[in-house]
């Protein structure tokens, strides 16, 4: 068994429990967490399991580490901590894990990630033997491994785009939403995540990734943004109040130019009401859904929707993100020490899972 820590026990390291846990080759041995308030708590309870896992949450960082995991899943947010979230793994790879997380946008195409989260980690791995996967949903496999599989199906193929459609209201992270995607801000107020540049850097790597895979050489990545302000005031189940007039949707692309045209798309619209922006592209059922389209010969259309935590739409989205960093840890065990990428680790099968009693 592969000994697994899961560190952060947030959205996504509810998922990674959950995860770890109804894996057949994995062995949950800790759970680390930051909020004092949840130390001592049994690992099933903060995944929301009807059971306990015998696993009691530390902040003990060291400890655990010193332990000599094999694997860590490095769970907690790195949006607004990216110089944090980089140097809790490499703390992980220097004390020898394989390590897998969605934190960092910018080492999801290693190849091309700036040096600043680049060196780091490649001096970790020299010191400690350790690995580190790093990938999400969107972006992650929702534009790699998918558009690529299905661009495998065309005969002829003029475009790829990649959605991610959705309302944001179902995703539990207010800081995310309000400030750094901007939802109920003033039209004046600047979105980080929508500031010139920052596009290209969280999902540029996907479009690098896409076009390696394709065998075809960017002429650039470009960037449109669009946003539409909420004719009325909402009120939302899980984010509270967003006044009319404050921003209640956006919709950007991050394009890869191929000989002078938009040839692999990222497309990204997200409202926070669905009685926002309603000529932009839907979800068939309003709620999210991932699809990718690819523009050919035949043309092919996939919509991918997951639910997880009382059918909502983003805790399936993070689990299905954890599903495929936690299917790659065994084949990272017996891989050379190094960063890899989603090129690099093929999408595994649920091996030994079909049938199995859900945890």
Known sequence: MISTVVWGTGNVGRAAIRAVEAHPALELTAVLVHNPAKVGRDAGELAGLDHALGVAATDGIDAVLAAGPDAVVYAASGDIRPDDALADIVKAIRAGAVVVSPALYPLYDQRNAPPEFRDPVLAAIAAGGGSLFASGVDPGWGNDVLPLLISGLGTTVDAIRCQEIFDYSTYDQPDSVRYLVGMGQPMDYEPMMLLPSIPTMVWGGQIRL?????????????????????????????????????????????????????????????????????????????????????????????????????ENRSAGGNATAVGRLVSAIDWLMEAEPGIYDALDIPLRPAVGKLGRKQP
């Not at 009401?273 to 932009?280: I, K, L, Q, R, T």
């Open 210 to 310: 896409m076009a390696r895979a394709l065998g075809v050489e960017l002429d650039e990545i470009r960037e449109t943004v669009d946003r539409r302000a909420l004719d009325t005031t909402v009120t939302t189940r899980t984010m509270g109040e967003f006044e009319a007039g404050s921003q209640g949707a956006i919709r950007f692309e991050v394009q890869g130019i191929v000989e002078g045209e938009p040839r692999i798309v990222i497309e990204h619209v997200t409202r926070i009401h669905p009685s926002c922006a309603p000529d932009w592209p839907t979800p068939p059922d309003g709620a999210g859904a991932h699809r990718v389209v690819i523009e050919g010969r035949p043309r092919i259309e996939v919509t991918v929707e997951a639910t997880d935590e009382g």
